[in-house]
Structure formats: C-alpha cells, structure tokens
C-alpha cells in the first residue's frame, strides 16, 4: 500500500528531479524569510555603496566570510595571487567584523550591519556592490589555484563563448589529504536529479540573472545555494565545464557544505 501511495512522487521525482522539486518546496516554506532578508540587503548595499565603492575591474572575485580570520586571509592571498590581474576581490563579512587583511588595491572589504546566516544574501551584497563584467565566487576556507581565472576567462571570452563555466574541483579533506577530483560536464537535466555544482568553481558574466537565493537554509536543506544559483542561471544562459582542477575545495564537517552525488 505505502508503495502504491509513493508511486506518484517517485513519477514526479524521474520526471522533473528531485532537487527542483524540493527547491520548489523550499521556496513555499521558506518564503517568509526571503522577503524581509531581501529588504536588508537592499538597504545594505546602499549603506556601503555610500561609504565608498569597489575598484573597477574586468572580473570581481566575491568572498564571503564570517570568524575564520585566519582561513580568509589565506583565501585571499589565493585570489589576490591569480595570473588575472585585471580583478576586484571583494570580501563581505556575515556582521561579525573583519580582521586584517593583506593591503592591496584591488582588495575591497565590507561588513554588514548585522549577522544574518544566510550566505547567499552575504554573496548578494558584493555582487550588488560592482559593475564587473564577470563576477566569480571563492568561500572563506577554500583556495584557487593561480591559473583559476584565467582558464575561465579564457572560455568566457572566446568566440561564441558561453556565460558562465566552472572548473573541476580537487576536494579536500581537513587533515590536508586529496578526497578526489569533481569533474562532471555541465547537463541541466542531469542536474535536476544529481548535485555536482559548486560555485567556488563558477565564474558568470554579471546579469541580472546572477543573484543567489535569499531563503534561510540550514544544513538539512537541500539542495544549496550553490545549486540553485547555477541551475537557474543556466535557464537562459550557456553554461560550460572547464575541466580543470583549479579549486581546492575544503570538505569541512563543520560548514554548511554541499553533500555531491557526482
């Protein structure tokens, strides 16, 4: 009987995916949320747009923190060390205040008012905060490799490129030791229905489209962020795999991080 009962989920699940269908149900639930969270970013990003405002540059490297001082500084120097120099790294730190950081002019860094949790709203702000033509993504406890931006601009801005790639991702584990490599070329479909998209290897042409969800999600949650951002910017927008390891992705128990079935 209770098989019978499941057999039209599991019909819904094949047909559509059962992460689009459970961010569907995210979007109802937590809805509430999204809307007042939207409100603040809003108002913070006209709070430190007055304050002052990001250099110009070709691509704006968005990094997102909150209390791991040390891990950001070098998540940092790994942005800063990138063979692109034509860049913009701007951290925005989750309310809890910034500790120092290397001095470089092309580092800009912003705290918000108050925490929200919400590492999407946190990302929101610093996309908000620039006009670059691309924008990339680098959490606080994860490392590029010098060549990250340049293999990804590289086919960004080849003819007929597409608007947005990500690159394989060399996850590791918190003793320093090589988990594996997460290579998967892009298939929307595939997507719907299995989790192998991450944004510390996305870099996207800035669109309106390129804006991370604002709900609330706790890590049992699913799917993430990273996730959701990808498969909706890839609605209307070409999306590419550039398969090179150029991210050293911490898989850290104690972050909020995405669970990949690729």
């Known amino acids: 009987m209770r098989r019978i009962a499941r057999a039209p989920w599991e019909l819904l699940k094949r047909v559509f995916g059962w992460l689009v269908l459970f961010e569907l149900r995210n979007k109802v639930v937590l809805a509430p949320s999204a809307l007042r969270l939207r409100r603040f970013e809003t108002a ?3 709070r430190l ?3 002052g405002t990001p250099p110009t540059a070709l691509v704006a490297t968005v990094i997102a923190t909150h209390r791991r001082p040390d891990a950001l500084r070098a998540a940092v120097r790994s942005a800063l060390a990138q063979t692109v120099r034509d860049q913009v790294v701007i951290v925005v730190d989750d309310g809890a205040g910034l500790p120092d950081l290397p ?3 092309r580092l800009f860094a912003v705290s918000l008012a108050r925490n929200t949790g919400v590492a999407g709203v946190v990302r929101n702000v610093g ?3 620039t006009d670059s033509r691309y924008v990339a993504f680098l959490d606080d406890d994860n490392l590029w490799e010098p060549d990250h931006l340049e293999r990804a601009l590289e086919v ?6 597409p608007d947005g790639v990500y690159t394989a991702l060399r996850r590791v584990l918190p003793d320093g030791t090589e988990r594996d490599v997460l290579s998967v070329p892009f298939d929307r479909r595939r997507a719907a229905h299995a989790s192998f998209l991450d944004t510390n290897a996305f870099v996207a042409r800035r669109t309106r489209a390129l804006h991370f969800s604002r709900l609330r999600r706790t890590p ?7 996730w959701e951002l990808v498969h909706r910017y890839s609605r209307a927008h070409r999306v590419r795999h550039v398969p090179h390891a150029t991210v050293r992705y911490l898989v850290n128990p104690e972050s909020f991080y995405t669970t990949w079935s690729g």
């Open 103 to 105: 001095v470089d002019p």
């Open 220 to 226: 049992e949650v699913l799917p993430r962020e990273d």
């Open 127 to 129: 996309i908000r905060l």
């Open 156 to 161: 960004l801005q080849s003819p007929q490129g």
């Open 44 to 46: 913070e990003v006209r």
């Open 49 to 51: 747009s007055a304050a």
